[in-house]
């Protein structure tokens, strides 16, 4: 069972804005200051979109923002493009040294 | 530009065992924590274990159960996952990476090593 649930898949359309959810099930959220989100295309190694709840490192397009709510931290990507069909995973590093992360959320762009 | 080079995957017998690397280059590697995630086929990412910058602190998944150990050689640049005792469970690309200063949090990935399980 993973630490983090995030939903199984989401859908829309190009253009559009999608946000995927992220909450602490073994992990509590309210006190990580390290939650990342990480973007897998088919067959391709994870990719670090956001760190530390809402950074984008260098080169991360700005239609990629994160936030933190509580127990709950989200994904928004704006501007839906059919390069964003992927898988979305979080995680957050935990006051036990331990990674923990969500069991990953299919994009489908429509 | 990080670099993270895994290498040593591969088939193995139930039971059997085997040494996974990652070279590691384009940043001063001793600064960092580094870490090692692995992904099943078809199934999500799951962190396997960790280690502080300092080498001082290692970090286990509980579902390791003293059959994996990190390491790492801050003079050679090299991360490394001794692994024993596998089963079929452990089938899976293992990715090696970067994480912060002080915590695992990961900044950098590789680009997988598939290890194969099976008899």
């Known amino acids: 069972q993973s630490a983090l649930t995030q939903p199984a898949s989401v859908s829309a359309s190009p253009g559009q804005s999608i946000t995927i959810s992220c909450t602490g099930i073994?992990?509590?959220?309210?006190?990580?200051?390290?939650v990342s989100w990480y973007q897998q295309h088919p067959g391709k190694a994870p990719k670090v979109i956001i760190s530390?709840?809402?950074d984008r490192p260098s080169g991360v397009s700005t239609r990629f923002s994160g936030s933190k709510s509580g127990n709950t931290a989200s994904l928004t990507i704006s501007v839906l493009q059919a390069d964003d069909e992927a898988y979305y995973y979080c995680?957050?590093?935990?006051?036990?040294?331990?990674?923990?992360f969500g069991g990953g959320t299919k994009l489908t762009v429509l | 530009e990080v670099q993270l080079l895994e290498s040593g995957g591969g088939l193995v017998q139930p039971g059997g065992s085997l040494k996974l690397s990652c070279a590691a280059s384009?940043?001063?590697?001793?600064?960092?924590?580094m870490t090692w995630v692995r992904q099943a086929p078809g199934k999500g990412l799951e962190w396997v274990s960790g280690?502080?910058?300092?080498?001082?602190?290692?970090y286990y998944a509980d579902f390791v159960r003293g059959r994996f150990t990190i390491s790492r050689d801050n003079s050679e640049n090299t991360l490394s996952l001794q692994l024993n005792s596998l089963t079929v469970d452990d089938t899976a690309i293992y990715y090696c990476?970067?994480?912060?200063?002080?915590?695992?949090?990961?900044?950098?990935w590789g680009q997988g090593t598939l290890v194969t399980v099976s008899s």
């Open positions: 990476a970067r994480g912060r200063p002080r915590s695992l949090s990961i900044s950098s």
């Open positions: 384009g940043f001063t590697f001793s600064d960092y924590a």
């Open positions: 280690i502080s910058a300092n080498t001082w602190g290692t």
């Open positions: 073994s992990t509590n959220l309210s006190n990580s200051q390290y």
């Open positions: 530390d709840v809402t």
């Open positions: 995680s957050s590093y935990t006051s036990t040294s331990t990674l923990g």
